[in-house]
């Protein structure tokens, strides 16, 4: 799946100011082709992911490491589950911190194992890797459809019966920012929609 004239021509004036850098552009063409890649067909489930990355990736749509480190947060400290009823304990080996980078803003030790141990890659040593636009992607979708980040799957919030861009917010965080979220949703929706 790639762009058509159609599809920048509406986001290019609405979300980038009438104008896609080079870089924004093949980030834009990398989601879609994770999208094709992982089944996701969908144009609510594409639009959303899209208006996903252009939210957490500040508009670049590279994947990128989160502002700040995650200082403000105890992801952005050395902890991991392990106290028991949830809570979190300190953690020497590796000496990395998991704060967020991607296309989706990967977070905590966890969630870097898991997604780690389903790509076949030790993310735990080299959370860098995250930021690598094809495992950024991976990690992306496999999250979304699977429900890996929150609990919350993609196919919960678009079935043949519902559209829900504000509630789709919870797969990856609660409901911060769902309704401006929703926003460029619907406008890269309008854009994947066959303009005959």
Not at 42 to 53: F, H
Not at 60 to 65: A, N, R, V
Request: proline share 5%.
């Amino acid at each position: 799946m790639a762009g058509s004239k159609h599809f920048y021509d509406t986001i290019r004036p609405v979300l980038f100011n009438g104008s896609i850098s080079s870089k924004q552009f093949e980030g834009t063409e990398a989601t879609l082709k994770a999208c094709a890649d992982g089944g996701v067909t969908d144009p609510r489930s594409v639009a959303y992911i899209l208006a996903t990355v252009y939210h957490e990736c500040a508009k670049t749509m590279q994947p990128i490491e989160e502002y700040g480190k995650g200082a403000a947060y105890d992801y952005g400290k050395q902890l991991k589950m392990g106290g028991g009823k949830g809570k979190r304990v300190a953690y020497e080996t590796p000496p990395q911190l998991y704060y967020g980078r991607g296309y989706v803003q990967l977070t905590w030790y966890e969630n870097y194992e898991v997604q780690g141990k389903r790509l076949g890659i030790d993310l735990l040593n080299h959370p860098e890797l995250a930021l690598q636009p094809s495992v950024a992607g991976i990690i992306m979708i496999n999250g979304m459809i699977r429900g890996d980040f929150t609990g919350r799957k993609l196919g919960q919030f678009f079935t043949p019966t519902l559209t829900d861009y504000v509630g789709a917010r919870k797969i990856i965080n609660g409901q911060d920012k769902a309704g401006l979220i929703a926003g460029y949703a619907h406008t890269f929706f309008a854009a994947l929609a066959d303009p005959k």
